[in-house]
């Protein structure tokens, strides 16, 4: 699955702007809750939207964080394709956001990122910039248009341009629970963080690409994209819009020099997937007997593909669902 930044919007303890699962969420112990026998079965429940389905991680709804990804590493732009060019981020202070930020940063770009839980943001741009690299974070909620927009200005103002749009902010579904127990509330939450975030960022964005004479615009949609997973309707549903919202836009901007296209994660080893893992009480060798790879998909590696289709050796990549879930969807 997946999930980026904007990060949740539940409270935590220890990170005041995180979030953290409802008590009655994925994790909680519900009377006659059933745990499924099989691995892939379980897959196909509520868990599927911890473990297939959660793989930004950048959605806060909890405490741990990711170990800072390739934090020591200096900058080492040399024939890179993406040395001074700008590339903006969401959902980036943690998971695969932060893994790309910190890996395009490496690369020589010049990282504009955001998400909501502050003090992370500031850490990351501070540990780029310690690197050698060139990042600045703002603080942005992707549900509000008003904030969507002036990240998109602000990395305008600040860089000039955006030449890659890399749309990962998001957040899983709160709890698991079949359609008719799902409330409009929480709904609403994932498809306004998810699908209407994507949305939003691409309004934006791509009016200053079609200004520049052209840009590459690339989403983190999920394998919940391709396929049903019961219990959380409202994160399948808003990754199957984030999927359509991809195609539409690819069909509509690429005649304009603007390539818009998606990648499709599975389980991704990200804080969220760790918690998730722990809640249904799962060990990561569990998880990875029902990818057909046998092991977990590292956060460093989802930021190679989104780098690889935000260049120019994917150019006929357009309006595609990549898959890069380890073999599970063809599994």
Same mark, same amino acid.
């Given at each position: 699955?997946?999930?980026?930044?904007?990060?949740?919007?539940?409270?935590?303890?220890?990170?005041?702007?995180?979030?953290?699962?409802?008590?009655?969420?994925?994790?909680?112990?519900?009377?006659?809750?059933?745990?499924?026998?099989?691995?892939?079965?379980?897959?196909?429940?509520?868990?599927?939207?911890?473990?297939?389905?959660?793989?930004?991680?950048?959605?806060?709804?909890?405490?741990?964080?990711?170990?800072?990804?390739?934090?020591?590493?200096?900058?080492?732009?040399?024939?890179?394709?993406?040395?001074?060019?700008?590339?903006?981020?969401?959902?980036?202070?943690?998971?695969?956001?932060?893994?790309?930020?910190?890996?395009?940063?490496?690369?020589?770009?010049?990282?504009?990122?955001?998400?909501?839980?502050?003090?992370?943001?500031?850490?990351?741009?501070?540990?780029?910039?310690?690197?050698?690299?060139?990042?600045?974070?703002?603080?942005?909620?992707?549900?509000?248009?008003?904030?969507?927009?002036?990240?998109?200005?602000?990395?305008?103002?600040?860089?000039?341009?955006?030449?890659?749009?890399?749309?990962?902010?998001?957040?899983?579904?709160?709890?698991?629970?079949?359609?008719?127990?799902?409330?409009?509330?929480?709904?609403?939450?994932?498809?306004?963080?998810?699908?209407?975030?994507?949305?939003?960022?691409?309004?934006?964005?791509?009016?200053?690409?079609?200004?520049?004479?052209?840009?590459?615009?690339?989403?983190?949609?999920?394998?919940?994209?391709?396929?049903?997973?019961?219990?959380?309707?409202?994160?399948?549903?808003?990754?199957?819009?984030?999927?359509? *919202? =991809?195609?539409?836009?690819?069909?509509?901007?690429? $005649?304009?020099?603007?390539? @818009?296209? #998606?990648?499709?994660?599975? %389980? +991704?080893?990200?804080?969220?997937?760790?918690?998730?893992?722990?809640?249904?009480? *799962? =060990?990561?060798?569990?998880?990875?007997?029902?990818? $057909?790879?046998?092991?977990? @998909?590292? #956060?460093?590696?989802?930021? %190679? +593909?989104?780098?690889?289709?935000?260049?120019?050796?994917?150019?006929?990549?357009?309006? =595609?669902?990549?898959?890069?879930?380890?073999?599970?969807?063809?599994?």
């Amino acid at each position: 699955m997946t999930a980026p930044d904007f990060e949740a919007t539940r409270p935590d303890p220890a990170r005041p702007d995180a979030g953290r699962p409802a008590p009655d969420g994925p994790g909680a112990h519900r009377p006659g809750a059933h745990r499924p026998s099989s691995r892939r079965a379980l897959l196909r429940t509520g868990a599927a939207g911890l473990t297939a389905g959660l793989a930004a991680g950048a959605v806060g709804t909890g405490t741990a964080r990711a170990a800072s990804p390739a934090a020591g590493g200096a900058r080492s732009a040399g024939d890179s394709e993406f040395d001074g060019k700008v590339v903006l981020v969401t959902g980036a202070t943690s998971g695969m956001g932060e893994a790309a930020a910190r890996a395009l940063a490496r690369r020589g770009a010049k990282v504009f990122f955001c998400g909501r839980r502050a003090r992370l943001g500031r850490e990351i741009e501070a540990d780029i910039r310690r690197t050698g690299g060139e990042a600045t974070y703002m603080r942005t909620d992707v549900r509000h248009e008003d904030q969507v927009r002036d990240f998109v200005h602000g990395c305008v103002r600040r860089y000039g341009r955006v030449d890659v749009a890399y749309n990962n902010a998001g957040i899983e579904s709160p709890r698991a629970a079949r359609l008719h127990e799902q409330t409009l509330a929480d709904m609403e939450d994932v498809w306004r963080t998810n699908a209407a975030g994507t949305f939003l960022a691409m309004k934006y964005e791509i009016p200053q690409m079609l200004a520049q004479g052209g840009g590459v615009v690339v989403n983190t949609a999920s394998i919940s994209a391709e396929v049903g997973f019961a219990t959380i309707s409202p994160y399948n549903a808003s990754k199957h819009a984030v999927a359509s *919202l =991809t195609k539409v836009a690819a069909l509509e901007y690429a $005649p304009e020099g603007v390539r @818009v296209t #998606a990648f499709a994660p599975g %389980a +991704v080893d990200t804080p969220m997937l760790r918690r998730a893992a722990e809640a249904f009480g *799962l =060990t990561y060798e569990e998880i990875a007997q029902d990818y $057909p790879i046998r092991r977990i @998909v590292r #956060a460093e590696e989802m930021a %190679a +593909v989104m780098m690889w289709l935000g260049s120019s050796a994917a150019a006929p990549v357009v309006g =595609t669902d990549v898959d890069v879930s380890g073999g599970w969807l063809t599994a």
